[in-house]
T-cell receptor, first 112, second 111 residues
Framework: DTAVSQTPKYLVTQMGNDKSIKCEQN?????MYWYKQDSKKFLKIMFS???????INETVPNRFSPKSPDKAHLNLHINSLELGDSAVYFC???????????FGQGTRLTVV | DAKTTQPTSMDCAEGRAANLPCNHS???????VYWYRQIHSQGPQYIIH???NNETNEMASLIITEDRKSSTLILPHATLRDTAVYYC????????????FGTGTLLAVQP
């Protein structure tokens, strides 16, 4: 069974559209994250949730809105997509802060 | 910003030990050293972490200098599947102890 799963794996969409990426973890972890990896391969944290509460919100445009319906899920909704949003988005989870993080396989978003 | 410095790339012969260095001269007393790797087109994978003492698990060994300003990740018998970007990360134990990835070291294991 996949520990951290993301859907979809690939997403191609036009500028201006709204899209969501879903993430689920079956590890019973309390903390979940979203990371963005750009074309230069830099991995940057976007958001962190602990027990469904937002803990970390890096300098991310308001068009990005994470939603955590329960501890096992952290979805990322993106409004009015722009070309610069094209990247690979990784979801991750950890038992708590300081624990090892388990990453999903990533969602490659391409905005055309 | 990342608090670590790593070489951009390294080569290693298959079957040999791969020794990946990391400098973290500004590390503070409550900060841990973490290692992750990212194999092409996959999500990052946790390898090992430590505070002061050397650590070993089924994947690797972590050697931390006594002054804690540098460390070395050792893969004892590198295989082709170990080709990846290896990230050394310094992380504290606070409430917002996020993982900050640097540029990492691209380890290429050669047959």
């Amino acid at each position: 069974d996949t520990a951290v799963s993301q859907t979809p794996k690939y997403l191609v969409t036009q500028m201006g559209n709204d899209k969501s990426i879903k993430c689920e973890q079956n590890l019973g972890h309390d903390t979940m994250y979203w990371y963005k990896q750009d074309s230069k391969k830099f991995l940057k944290i976007m958001f962190s949730y602990n027990n469904k509460e937002l803990i970390i919100n890096e300098t991310v445009p308001n068009r990005f809105s994470p939603k955590s319906p329960d501890k096992a899920h952290l979805n990322l909704h993106i409004n009015s997509l722009e070309l610069g949003d094209s990247a690979v988005y990784f979801c991750a989870s950890s038992q708590d802060y300081g624990g090892e993080a388990f990453f999903g396989q990533g969602t490659r978003l391409t905005v055309v | 910003d990342a608090k670590t410095t790593q070489p951009t790339s390294m080569d290693c012969a298959e079957g040999r030990a791969a020794n990946l260095p990391c400098n973290h001269s500004t590390i503070s007393g409550n900060e841990y050293v973490y290692w992750y790797r990212q194999i092409h087109s996959q999500g990052p994978q946790y390898i090992i972490h430590g505070l002061k003492n050397n650590e070993t698990n089924e994947m690797a060994s972590l050697i931390i200098t006594e002054d804690r300003k540098s460390s070395t990740l050792i893969l004892p018998h590198a295989t082709l599947r170990d080709t990846a970007v290896y990230y050394c990360i310094v992380r504290d134990g606070g409430a917002t102890n996020k993982l900050i990835f640097g540029t990492g070291t691209l380890l290429a294991v050669q047959p």
